[in-house]
């Protein structure tokens, strides 16, 4: 299946904006010359083209009003009568994948600041497979709730430790999967909301650094940023990175949800001068991510890697990973312990995770989804005893509060989204980020997509987001006679019996 | 930005000046036979017209306020097109009343239009 939408839209868009007004011309002239008659033309385009420009030039919400003018109107017109469309004639609401369109609405909701209450009962299917929260009996008082805090780094006693406020974090998206639009509206809603960002494995993070909010810097196996020209960590540049004021955690990605066990290629054409020089890699060459870091090969060698890392930043650092085999995770730890080194936090990332591009294959079949693969880690981080000394962040299409807290629940202390942000700032789930055609100018590096795409206003957007979160958080909690996430635990999901999270098994591989 | 007070006022006004304007072309009021004869669209544009003026009047004494502001701005620049192209400003030796009370009308609806852009049926969510 090979969409043109965008590139077709971009076309019809300049030629009818142009065409209303040649139009109205012709209307004119036809009334003057023909029958004034035709002058209710003139004044109907007159309309058209001067609320067309508004929409152009004059507005700053709506990116796709912004970039194509009045041809997308419909998509807004379509929306509003949507529900009963879709209904009778096409998916259900709660259909759509990767996200349901009930799933969707609600962050767009949230980061417009709009309440978000529902009428009637819930559009979700209970009979079948969805987790639920229990709550208590006995609720608590909203006001007697402890504030969010989880502190990294604190088991090791560094001065770095970082208090993370917010339960939600921004997940890793690089400059160079994002634009740099929507890399600086996400950094600058994050200052807003006073929660952490990942950068990614994009290099150094020029446009996440530039609105001022805490970063996580995110290592891939290409280390780009801090590499040497052999693709091995430079510790010098490490350091530097580091060293900046606002990089707070360093992450290793050791694997992702979306393609674990893969590296990547960054062919050649994508190399521009901007993109060799912030990811420290050659012009004229395609560049290759390995599969693993070239440090890592063993156990024992990933855990030497990690306090490598520690001891040259200073920060606390932590390792992202999509879990396949158990018995691995196990030797890992234990090997940690031995050597008296351990990350200061645990991303587990579900195997349904999001990307720019990844083999479908990969993306479809590999690795543990996050409900599945969270109970799992943390009992056994349970088990060897060591759970008390680090954090666990968690992703995995983690986009509404109800989601998160069953992952806070499940084991995590702080979950993270990616695709979450991407909906509050203006993401319509078009399916094309790995084409450079965005066409809310999201995942494009294309001026004139980017254009419609205001930093301020989707900055807004994702505070708006993130504070509406917390607030259900804290609802939720309150609801549930917990005091704190801290003392969320397994019980408080409810599980069907064919539910796609089963009790956490450590079967042989 | 606008005023409550302000949008309904120019909401009246120009209602006002619309009836008035409708009952003229209605009567067959000599002015206004004569301003459509010059047009070439007597008497059918004349009523025409009429019935769009009224409708947009009482539109805009409705709650339907900004469609009735659409209506009635899209009816002024059409005379104004007149006016310009074929009329000339002093119509009948008024001495540019009539074009004055267009300005007037135009006015009021501009204002109306703007500060209820937002119930502009379909497109006023983005506006």
């Known amino acids: 299946m090979t969409s043109t939408f965008a590139v077709d839209l971009e076309k019809m868009s300049r030629t009818a904006n142009v065409g209303i007004v040649v139009l109205m011309g012709l209307a004119g002239a036809a009334g003057h010359f023909v029958s004034f008659y035709f002058h209710f033309l003139t004044v109907a385009l007159f309309l058209l083209v001067l609320i067309n420009l508004y929409w152009r030039y004059g507005q700053t919400s709506h990116t796709l009003l912004a970039n194509f003018g009045f041809l997308p109107q419909p998509r807004y017109v379509v929306e509003s009568v949507g529900p009963e469309f879709r209904q009778y004639l096409f998916a259900l609401d709660t259909e759509e994948r990767p996200f349901s369109r009930v799933e969707r609405a609600e962050v767009y909701r949230k980061a417009k600041g709009i309440d978000s209450s529902e009428a009637f009962g819930s559009l979700l299917d209970f009979d079948r497979t969805e987790l639920k929260l229990r709550h208590s009996f006995y609720p608590v008082d909203k006001d007697d709730l402890e504030p969010f805090n989880v502190a990294v780094g604190s088991a090791r006693g560094i001065d770095t430790t970082y208090q993370i406020r917010r339960p939600i974090m921004i997940s890793a998206m690089s400059y160079g999967a994002l634009g740099q639009n929507a890399v600086r509206a996400l950094a600058r809603g994050a200052k807003l909301a006073r929660t952490v960002m990942n950068t990614g494995e994009g290099g150094h993070p020029k446009y996440h650094l530039m609105e001022g909010c805490d970063l996580i810097f995110q290592m891939g196996t290409a280390k780009f940023g801090v590499r040497t020209e052999d693709g091995r960590l430079d510790e010098a540049k490490l350091a530097a990175v580091a060293a900046l004021e606002q990089v707070k955690m360093i992450e290793i990605k050791l694997s992702q949800g979306a393609k674990p066990g893969k590296g990547g290629l960054l062919p050649k054409e994508k190399v521009t001068n901007e993109i060799a020089e912030l990811r420290g890699v050659p012009l004229g060459q395609d560049v290759v991510s390995p599969a693993h870091h070239i440090e890592c090969s063993c156990a024992a060698s990933t855990v030497e890697f990690i306090g490598r890392i520690q001891r040259v930043s200073g920060l606390p650092t932590g390792i992202k990973f999509c879990l396949g085999r158990p018995d691995e995770f196990r030797a890992l730890l234990q090997e940690m312990k031995r050597e008296e080194t351990l990350p200061d936090f645990i991303t587990v990332d579900g195997g349904e995770g999001g990307t720019g591009a990844a083999p479908k294959s990969f993306m479809d079949d590999l690795g543990l989804p996050l409900f599945d693969a969270l109970p799992l880690v943390h009992r056994i981080l349970l088990e060897e005893g060591i759970r008390d000394r680090l954090v666990i962040f968690a992703s995995g299409k983690l986009i509404s509060p109800g989601k998160q807290l069953k992952a806070l629940s499940l084991g995590a202390d702080v979950a993270y989204s990616a695709r979450g942000f991407l909906f509050a700032l203006g993401c319509i789930q078009a399916l094309q980020c790995n084409r450079n055609t965005c066409p809310v100018g999201i995942t494009t590096h294309q001026a004139q997509l980017q254009r419609g795409l205001d930093i301020a206003d989707k900055a807004r957007r994702v505070a708006n987001y993130v504070h509406a979160l917390h607030h259900d958080h804290v609802e939720l909690l309150a609801a549930m006679g917990r005091s704190s996430a801290r003392q969320l635990t397994e019980e408080n999901v409810y599980l069907p019996a064919r539910a796609p999270f089963s009790p956490p098994t450590e079967e042989a591989p | ?127």
């Open chain 2, 1 to 127: 930005m606008t005023h409550p007070r302000l949008t309904h006022a120019a909401q009246g006004i120009a209602a006002v000046l619309l009836l008035m304007a409708a009952t003229m072309k209605f009567m067959g009021d000599p002015g206004s036979v004569a301003v459509f004869t010059r047009l070439d669209m007597d008497p059918g544009g004349r009523y025409l017209i009429a019935v769009i003026e009224l409708t947009a009047a009482i539109l805009l004494l409705s709650p339907l306020a900004a469609l009735g502001s659409v209506v009635a701005t899209g009816v002024m620049c059409g005379a104004i097109i007149a006016h310009v192209t074929q009329l000339g400003l002093v119509t009948n030796d008024d001495g540019g009343r009539l074009v004055g009370l267009l300005v007037i009308v135009l006015v009021c609806v501009s204002y109306v239009l703007v500060s209820r852009r937002k119930e502009i049926p379909f497109v006023g969510s983005t506006l």
